[in-house]
């Protein structure tokens, strides 16, 4: 694990603009997720709700899952991030939180921790489940991204 996934909430909020530009500028990336996304969607059911854990600014993730009826609560730890998908996207819930601590009243028809959960430490990306657990409705589909290797956190921009 590199030193810097320690501090992986300080390293968005200080790169959360950078962050959001180039994740919008590149298009051809988000290709080959929209697949996943679909895959999702089907498993969840049309228009859930869904849980998105590390939703940075909104773009492509958020928005495809908006743009297909479904009803999207982010979080992040960036504040910055944040104000961009309330800007984008001000119908939806936006929480400002570290998703290692999330304890929301609500159950979501699907989870998603894209390009996030990868950035914690992997004593922090098992107690995940326990919160995917405490959100997750009957039924619930859960899709997330991780490392190449066990444990694996990434932590640099």
Do not use: K
């Amino acid at each position: 694990m590199h030193e810097s996934a320690r501090h992986i909430v300080d390293l968005y909020q200080r790169h959360a603009r950078a962050w959001d530009q180039r994740r919008r500028a590149s298009p051809e990336a988000f290709e080959g997720e929209q697949a996943w996304l679909e895959r999702f969607r089907r498993v969840m059911g049309q228009g859930g709700q869904v849980l998105d854990l590390g939703c940075g600014g909104g773009e492509p993730i958020a928005r495809n899952l908006i743009e297909h009826q479904c009803a999207v609560t982010g979080v992040d730890s960036s504040a910055t991030l944040l104000d961009q998908c309330r800007q984008r996207f001000a119908g939806q819930q936006w929480i400002h939180a570290d998703m290692r601590s999330l304890a929301l009243d609500q159950d979501f028809a699907g989870i998603l921790a894209w390009n996030s959960l990868f950035h914690l430490s992997p004593d922090d990306q098992r107690a995940m489940f326990a919160v995917f657990e405490h959100h997750a409705g009957p039924g619930c589909a859960l899709m997330f991204t991780s490392g190449l290797e066990a444990g694996e956190a990434i932590g640099e921009f």
